[in-house]
């Protein structure tokens, strides 16, 4: 038999889903939202992934072509 979600277990530290915290990724141009492990740092929180803060524009330096 399936174990049926109640609210209490889609709920993380008294936060809805819908209602925590979006931002959007420079890189990708996606949202997403805060996490847990995100909590202490939220603010400085620019990047969705790894991925991304990997693949972060760098400063465009002219080569004299």
């Not at 809805?16 to 740092?41: A, H, I």
């Amino acid at each position: 038999m399936a174990r049926q979600r109640t609210e209490r277990s889609s709920v993380v530290s008294g936060v809805r889903p819908r209602d925590r915290p979006v931002k959007t990724c420079p890189v990708c141009g996606r949202p997403f939202q805060w996490r847990k492990k995100w909590k202490d740092v939220w603010d400085e929180v620019r990047y969705c992934s790894e991925r991304c803060r990997r693949q972060k524009k760098s400063p465009i330096t002219d080569r004299g072509v």
